[in-house]
């Protein structure tokens, strides 16, 4: 697999509102430093992640898509994770079965105090998607 | 028509069609069809015909009309160029025919449709005459004859064993028959015989009057009742042409793509407000075979249907043609 | 196109010190819909902010982005500044700059090639946001108050104090609870009867209280300010209204069975008031017990009632209320010790849990307030309490501290050596956590009345004779003990009351993972539950000692009151809504709300075939809290979430993406 | 032979004006570059496009008289006119056309007219009466009948308010469905009110376009005021997508709306399957 | 074991008869093509003669009782195992009421490819009646045996369903729900899952560049239900009417991802599909996760409830 001159990955990440934005937020006013390679969309509820956006994200040029919420139990809407949990594992699973490396999706509990783990979770996954490479698989053809 | 054995004949049109990219019945799985390959291939001879016809690769599933780019308020347009010299082979008499009527179609005044027109015009038609039927063809019902030439440029005759004719119908196919050594010969080629003869109501002439005489026949509702609204009979029809046409954005820049449309599916004719002239399966299948059989034929005096066969035989439904024409001519079931 | 105007804020240096500002400016300059762009030092400030409002007038501003640190810091301030400006406040997004980028990046391009998507993930979903409001429902001024002891009791007055009418829903025959069961309280050791049962008393005769003893909540449907309550009153075959409380029935009545208020330690008969301070001082029969009910014949006690009160024919009565707010105050129950079966607590009669040990102390208890053996009725030379029964125990109990235990083993001790000074009194324990207002004082109190405190695990309880023998470790000194004692006491853990998960579901409101009812925000929003107009008190919602109880139930009352001091109520905007155009009728949606604020309603749609009727999914405002889990379980895409909708999603992925 | 005749001319939004007090109704005024103006039919169609959300078929409001600039009267349906209506003066927007038959200006010629339209159906006649204002001696005596929901929707206020009714031999009679406070007109569903008008069919023809029910009823109310079939136009309206008779989506029976319509005598009308 | 076609002739009137449903739902011989069965509804007892069960009755049912029933029509519908299942997962998505049917289960042993009889045996149409015997199909009189290795239909192949469940009353033949066809339903699933990726995407794009989106597949369905397919929205526009990998790739995922935990594995979508696009190999994926994960017993069985709209707290975590 040849690799762009300069390429970086791009993760897209789900941050839920009360818990993974919030240890985003955290890392910040740490200044814990991570890798510029993650962009964050924020949504109430990691349970409001539809699995079509994973694949969107990575359609439409994303390496990586990470979903954060609070840890099972600490959910602010009591469920939602864990309703996100069941989807996004079978989401996972038939990407690797339909041939997208199933690294490129990760859901992981980041709580509002975990500002270190969220900067960690991004190294981590950066250093995934750098072995990984651009998806090659989803990629449309653009204009000429 | 020349005389050529088969290896002689795939080396020539190799040859002439250099450069030119190759579109060729293939077998993918249990179905045929026309696929990109990198020259003419020998079929086997359980090859009736393609399941998907070449249709696509003159009227893509889906192609951009332009591109567009927006700076502020300012927007530029660039029209798109989507054609390369193509060579589509093997294609039988039927979808030659429907190749045909396309042409006139797309060439209609007031607005021919120079897209499609283009790349027909870059691309070479082998026709292939039909030996064997396959199990649900009808095209001698249908005025189209097994042998016949229609849109081809040139047209290839099994005969015994190795041995094929091939015969010119074109400026191109003249042009390419004239490199094929050989002499001019004769030679009596017997053409499949369909598998369906379809006990027609009226004579072909007539029927589009038949069937504007039948708009409001019961008939279609017991035909179309169990209609799921696919769209699978008008993507395998040679001779459908409806598309449809949206912007796909990317952020202020993107494109315009014509895409395959059914006048089955649902939403075809349903207008933003809601209003839909052809709310329910009843008046969407006759409108489907209306079309075909009675408006196009008042328009532009041909029958919109070649006797493929091949939604009598992959409607998941059972809705196809013959079963129309009967209910229609009052056999209550 | 709307016209969208972008704020980028320098935030002093802390976003233009490392974010190319002006390149920036550049990008966002060519973006879809952005007709205008500017840069504020401080755009949180008072000039910022009204530079943002004359950009709104003078450029016809449809939408606002600001881009400058989290939403969580200055989304409010940015939306009050949009309704001064006349916009809607929900069509404003912010780019988060500084803790998503420039506070943890420090490559100039880097950040500021995020900074470009960042701010084009704002525009483009502020291009699709739509205005917002809220909605206003209206709220009935009266209270429920779940549960009869002294936090339920505690918030009916502090609730009816306020003017407002509570109905107090309690299941068993009387008020009281827990705390009615206790003989005297930590630290004061005042009696817990002698200042709870004025307060009682003062429930009963409240103006604004209506008090349903012997009742239980059947169901509840509707949402914050419009509960409709459904109550189960349960036959007392006593008439209330008649009943006098002479209490002639209760000695006639011939049937004895173990008393439920003394822990199975006394006897009572089969009509009976579970204490003498019972209020209502009525008297209920126990239909598994009473002999006409269960064999046909007796009726002594409708003989023997001069008022003529006893009616067997009684049946459940079901009662409906309409409440706005909903205080929960089920109160907790006892672990049983059993689980640890080598503290033979049921093996033998001598060892006991904390809770019964109160009753045997209690002057109101079945020894009348001599401490006796339950075995054999003496008076114990030596009483051994072992602590953390079943609780700091994930494997045979709970992994949480009860919180209560340290203090009323204290009690108990000093209890025990007040009325037997002789007494020996030994304490296990794991830690002593005596953390409250004059708590350690009061625990050195029992060291220094010679209670001996040993630090270790009692491996063994055995009867040995008519005395039992324990066998433990101090671990202080490392050294294996054993000895001998007449009572053992196990300090067992506050546990949710069985019931409590069904509780939960009627209420629709979250318990964790024991089965304590889960607060809204363990810190910020403690009395509150997840489902609006539903609050916590007392230890429903975890162990909790009287003074806690107390101090969260009127928590719980003001909360509640400040909601019911309101005629109508404005409702989060942020919620879900239904296409009804395109939804099936699937209610797949209601099974995954936590907050059954999904129902369904019929509609008429005009169809080919004509007008039919058809099944959709509506969202009740009031309940809905905008999780969106509903909005992904949909299929159709008919369930969407204002402000987060899937449209708005897909084109912030799509323009992270681009 | 155009090169491409779905790729669409681009032009420039001069002003969008809103007609009716809800704002459902904006026309739009737009300016091609001089190579790309095309000459039309009073009734003819273009297709409009917002690029980045779609494409739509609208009649063209001004007449072929005042070539200039085009407008556009557009009725906030769905998508895509929603996008129209949120284009700003100076923005781009795309155009092909013209489209479809148009009214036969040179058979009306000396014919008195009776325009009859409701709501947003007077875009396309609007075209017409300003073309016969425009050529005022060429046409026989024009009246207009015009109705709408109520005095808020009634578009192109100047012109029916104003400037036409100065027009020698033009009369314009309103009607409303439902008045306000300062409404003093007629108040009625246009077939009715065209009925008391009861205009004389001699030597004249009737144009209508609206909703489709008021189109039924007016058609039966020309008929019972002695109109002849051959002396009805109508015009129909249906979803396209391409505009050029390709798509095969507009079509009623054998005729396309968007290549032989959107106008047509009651006497083809007739003929036609009623599948609109 | 006979095709009891008087039988269900009987079943058919007696329910017309005795008023408990309006029609009756089944299928009917195609006079123009001999191999054809379409689905066909009876209104009176005396009509009955019309529907025709024989091995050759293809099409499903289920998708079309969903419509016919809309408007309160009373429908007794000669179902088989996977056309009571389809019925069951529309009843339990509040599509059919369950009122509305009356099943009459009809005990399957497998249907043939019309089709390839008529090419490769045409005689074999000749048959008063069908006897089955286990592996082959043998005519009635004339003694003719189609070996089902050979004619199966692909749908029949991985049938699990033979024996119609949860009916109103089923017709009292031997059969039981046994496939002997079938040794392991997620065969196809298990090779898919066992090659390296790159080459299960190459797998996957052959097909994707065959699918011409017809959705013949999701119309057929009877989980694919919705009042408006997702895909065929414009805004949001989840799926784009362009045509290429990437939007191939999410009609097929989400499709997947749609019918998971519903699937009846009726295999409708699989006979329906005209170029053969392997739609029942990601519907086996599903229901083999959702009994791997969730442990979910026979995923093909509508349940009340749907493993995607529930969770367990003790779900695995797959993440790390």
């Known amino acids: ?144 | ?333 | 196109m709307k016209r969208v105007g972008v704020f980028l804020c320098w935030c002093g240096s802390n976003i233009a010190g490392v974010v190319d500002m002006d390149r920036l400016q550049a990008e966002v300059e060519r973006m879809p819909g952005v007709v205008h762009v500017e840069q504020n030092k401080y755009t949180c400030s008072d000039p910022g902010q009204e530079s943002i409002r004359r950009a709104i007038r003078e450029h016809r501003l449809q939408r606002v982005v600001v881009a400058a640190c989290s939403p969580r810091m200055h989304e409010r301030t940015f939306r009050a500044m949009m309704r001064t400006a006349g916009l809607n406040p929900y069509l404003l997004e912010m780019a988060n700059l500084r803790e998503h980028c420039s506070w943890v990046h420090r490559d100039i391009d880097e950040a500021t090639a995020k900074a470009v998507d960042l701010v084009r993930r704002a525009v483009f979903k502020v291009r699709l946001a739509r205005p917002l409001q809220s909605g206003k429902v209206p709220i009935t001024r009266r209270a429920l108050v779940l549960g009869g002891g002294i936090a339920g009791i505690q918030a009916a007055l502090d609730l009816a104090d306020f003017g407002i009418p509570v109905v107090l829903v309690e299941s068993s025959p009387s008020l009281g609870g827990r705390m009615a069961q206790l003989d005297k309280t930590f630290p004061t050791l005042d009696c817990s009867s002698c200042i709870l049962t004025p307060k009682m008393v003062e429930v009963a005769t409240h103006p604004s209280i209506r008090l349903l003893t012997y009742s239980e909540v059947e169901s509840v449907e509707g949402y914050v300010g419009n509960f409709k309550v459904l109550v189960r009153r349960k036959a007392r075959s006593v008439d209330e209204q008649r009943c006098t409380g002479c209490g002639e029935c209760l000695s006639k009545c011939p049937a004895k069975v173990p008393s439920e208020f003394d822990l199975g330690l006394g006897t009572r008969g089969a009509i009976y008031v579970p204490f003498p301070q019972a209020v209502p001082n009525v008297p209920v029969i126990d239909r598994q017990s009473c002999l006409y009910f269960t064999r046909g014949r007796c009726r002594i006690c409708q003989r023997a009632c001069p008022a003529g009160a006893i009616d067997y024919q009684q049946e459940d009565r079901l009662e409906s209320y309409e409440v706005g707010a909903i205080v929960v105050a089920t109160g907790y129950d006892q672990f049983d010790p059993a689980a640890y079966g080598e503290y033979a607590y049921r093996a033998s009669p001598n060892v006991i849990t904390g809770l019964e040990f109160e009753r045997l102390v209690s002057s109101t208890g079945p020894t009348g307030g001599r401490i006796l053996t339950p075995g054999g009725g003496r008076e114990p030379q030596r009483v051994v309490f072992i602590k953390c029964v079943g609780s700091r125990d994930e494997q045979r109990g709970a992994s949480y501290c009860s919180k209560t235990c340290c203090m009323y083993v204290a009690k108990q001790a000093i209890l025990l050596k007040e009325k037997l000074p002789r007494c020996e009194v030994y304490v296990f324990y794991m830690d002593v956590r005596a953390a409250g207002k004059d708590y350690e004082e009061f625990y050195l109190r029992a060291r220094e009345m010679g209670v001996q405190y040993v630090r270790g695990r009692v491996a063994r309880v055995f009867p040995h004779g008519d005395r039992l023998r324990i066998r433990a470790e101090d671990t202080l000194i490392g050294r294996r003990l054993e000895l001998e004692a007449d009572l053992v006491v196990l300090a067992s853990a506050m546990v949710p009351r069985p019931d409590a998960r069904q509780v939960a579901r009627k209420l629709g409101i979250a318990a964790n993972q024991h089965g304590f009812f889960s607060e809204a925000h363990p810190k910020l929003r403690p009395v509150e539950t997840h489902t609006a107009g539903i609050f916590l008190a007392g230890a429903a919602q975890g162990p909790k000692d009287i003074p806690d109880s107390v101090a969260q139930a009127g928590a719980a009352a003001s909360k509640a009151a400040a909601l019911l001091s309101r005629q109508e109520m404005e409702t989060e905007p942020v919620v879900a809504e239904v296409n009804e155009h395109w939804c099936s009728g699937c209610l797949r949606c209601a099974r995954v709300c936590p907050y059954n604020a999904i129902s369904e309603r019929e509609i008429r749609v005009r169809t080919a075939a004509g007008v039919r009727t058809k099944t959709v999914a509506t969202v009740n405002p009031g309940l809905c809290q905008g999780c969106g889990a509903c909005a992904v379980a949909c299929r159709d895409g008919a369930m969407n979430l204002a402000g987060f909708a899937d449209q708005q999603v897909l084109a912030e992925v799509d323009a992270l993406c681009l | ?276 | 074991m006979s095709w009891a076609l008087p039988a269900v002739d009987a079943l058919a009137a007696r329910l017309l008869e005795d008023r408990l449903v309006d029609a009756v739902l089944g299928w009917a011989r195609d006079p123009d093509l001999p191999w054809q069965r379409y689905p066909h509804r009876v209104d009176e007892p005396s009509r009955v003669g019309e529907l025709v069960w024989d091995p050759f009755c293809a099409p499903g049912l289920a998708k079309l009782v969903f419509r016919m029933t809309e408007g309160g029509l009373k429908l007794g519908v000669l179902a088989r195992g996977c056309d009571a299942l389809g019925v069951w997962r529309l009843i339990h998505d509040r599509r059919i009421a369950r009122e509305n049917v009356y099943l009459l289960g009809l005990p399957c042993p497998g249907m043939a490819d019309g089709v390839r009889v008529w090419e490769e045996c045409p005689e074999a149409f000749d048959a008063a009646g069908w006897e089955d015997h286990g592996s082959h199909w043998v005519a009635v009189p004339t003694g003719i045996r189609l070996p089902k290795e050979r004619f199966l239909l692909d749908k029949c192949l991985q049938c699990q369903v033979r024996w119609p469940r949860q009916c109103d009353e089923v017709l009292a033949v031997q059969g039981g729900s046994w496939n002997p066809f079938c040794e392991d339903r997620y065969r196809q699933v298990r090779q898919l899952e066992e090659l390296p990726l790159p080459q299960r995407f190459d797998f996957w794009r052959g097909w994707f560049e065959r699918c011409l989106r017809c959705f013949a597949c999701r119309q057929v369905c009877p989980a694919c239900n919705c009042e408006s397919c997702s895909l065929d929205q414009f805004e949001p526009n989840w799926l784009e009417r362009e045509v290429g990998v990437a939007t191939q790739f999410i009609f097929h995922f989400t499709r997947a991802l749609h019918v998971a935990g519903r699937c009846v594995d009726c295999g409708e979508c699989q006979r329906a599909c005209p170029v053969g696009f392997p739609l029942g190999a990601l519907n086996r994926k599903m229901m083999k996760d959702m009994e791997d994960l969730f442990g979910v017993r026979e995923p093909f069985v509508p349940q009340e409830s749907e493993p995607l709209g529930e969770f367990a707290l003790d779900d695995p975590d797959e993440f790390r």
């Open chain 4, 1 to 276: 032979m155009n090169p491409a005749p779905l790729v669409p001319a681009v032009g420039e939004v001069v002003e969008v004006r809103p007609e009716t007090a809800s704002g459902d109704i904006k026309t739009l005024r737009v300016r091609l570059p001089e190579e790309d103006r095309f000459s039309f039919r009073p009734g003819q169609c273009a297709m409009l496009s917002v690029f980045g959300v779609g494409e739509c078929m609208i009649s063209i409001s001004s007449p072929p008289t005042r070539p200039e600039e085009l407008e556009f009267s557009v009725k906030r349906v769905g998508r895509v006119t929603a996008a129209l209506h949120e284009l700003e003066p100076g923005e781009c927007i795309g155009i092909r056309g013209p489209y479809g038959n148009g009214f036969p200006v040179e058979e009306l010629r000396g014919k008195g007219l009776l325009v009859v339209a409701g709501g947003i159906g007077l875009a396309p006649l609007r075209s017409l009466v300003n073309y016969v204002v425009d050529r005022r001696e060429e046409y026989g005596p024009m009246r207009i009948v015009y109705g709408a929901r109520t005095p808020q929707d009634l578009c192109f206020k100047e012109e029916i308010f104003r400037s036409w009714p100065g027009v020698p031999q033009v009369e314009v009679h309103l009607t409303v469905d439902q008045g306000d406070e300062e409404w003093t007109g007629p108040v009625g569903l246009v077939p009715s009110f065209l009925e008391e008008l009861a205009p004389s069919p001699e030597g004249v023809v009737a144009l209508t376009c609206g909703p489709p029910i008021m189109i039924k009823f007016v058609l039966e109310a020309l008929q019972n005021l002695g109109f002849d079939d051959h002396q009805v136009l109508t015009t129909l309206e249906l979803k396209m997508q391409c505009g050029i008779g390709k798509c095969g989506r507009c079509n009623i029976g054998s005729r396309y709306v968007c290549v032989d319509g959107p106008v047509f005598s009651l006497k083809e009308l007739r003929q036609m399957p009623a599948e609109y």
């Open chain 2, 1 to 333: 028509m020349k005389l050529v054995r088969g290896s002689d004949m795939l080396r020539w049109l190799r040859r002439c069609g250099e450069g030119r990219r190759w579109v060729v019945p293939a077998k993918e799985d249990r179905h045929w069809l026309f696929a990109e390959r990198d020259g003419p291939v020998v079929f086997p001879p359980d090859y009736r015909n393609a399941t998907v016809g070449p249709k696509g690769w003159l009227l893509p599933r889906s192609e951009p009309i332009l591109y567009y780019r927006w700076t502020g308020g300012r927007v530029s347009v660039t029209p798109a160029q989507g054609w390369r010299p193509q060579v589509i082979y093997g294609v039988r008499p039927c979808d030659l025919k429907a190749i045909a009527l396309l042409d006139s179609i797309m060439a209609s005044e007031p607005w021919p449709e120079t897209q499609y027109l283009t790349r027909r015009a870059h691309t070479v038609l082998v026709g292939m005459a039909c030996t064997a039927a396959s199990s649900c063809c009808f095209c001698t019902s249908m005025g189209v004859h097994p042998a016949e030439s229609y849109a081809a440029d040139l047209m290839i005759y099994p005969l015994q064993g190795e041995e094929y004719g091939v015969a010119a119908f074109s400026e191109v196919g003249r042009e390419w028959l004239a490199q094929l050594e050989g002499e001019e010969a004769d030679a009596a080629f017997s053409p499949a015989v369909p598998a369906l003869s379809l006990p027609m109501p009226t004579s072909l002439e007539d029927l589009p009057g038949w069937l504007e005489r039948r708009f409001d026949d019961p008939g279609w509702q017991r035909l179309a009742w169990r209609c799921l609204s696919c769209g699978l009979c008008a993507y395998l029809c040679p001779t459908c042409y409806c598309y449809g046409i949206s912007d796909v954005d990317r952020g202020g820049a993107g494109r315009r793509v014509r895409w395959w449309d059914a006048c089955t599916l649902p939403d075809f004719s349903r207008m933003a407000g809601g209003h839909d002239p052809r709310p329910t399966t009843t008046e969407r299948v006759r409108q489907r075979i209306m079309h075909k059989l009675a408006y196009h034929p008042a328009r532009q005096g041909e029958i919109l249907c070649t006797g493929c066969g091949r939604c009598i035989e992959y409607c998941p439904m059972g809705i196809h043609l013959p079963a129309a024409l009967r209910l229609l001519g009052g056999d209550g079931r």
């Open chain 1, 1 to 144: 697999m040849s690799v762009r001159e300069g390429w970086r990955p791009k993760i897209v990440a789900f941050c839920c509102n009360w818990c993974s934005y919030a240890g985003a937020d955290l890392a910040g006013t740490s200044r814990i430093p991570y890798p510029a390679s993650v962009r964050i969309i924020r949504v109430p509820c990691s349970g409001r992640v539809n699995p079509v956006f994973v694949v969107r994200a990575l359609q439409r040029g994303a390496d990586g898509v990470l979903v954060a919420g609070c840890h099972p139990g600490d959910c602010h809407y009591s469920t939602g994770n864990l309703y996100a949990r069941r989807r996004l594992l079978v989401t996972r699973r038939l990407l690797a079965y339909m041939g997208i490396e199933p690294e490129r999706l990760r859901l992981c509990w980041v709580s509002a105090s975990e500002g270190e783990r969220f900067a960690k979770v991004i190294e981590e996954m950066t250093a995934v998607l750098e072995k990984l490479g651009p998806v090659q698989q989803l990629r449309e053809e653009g204009p000429p």
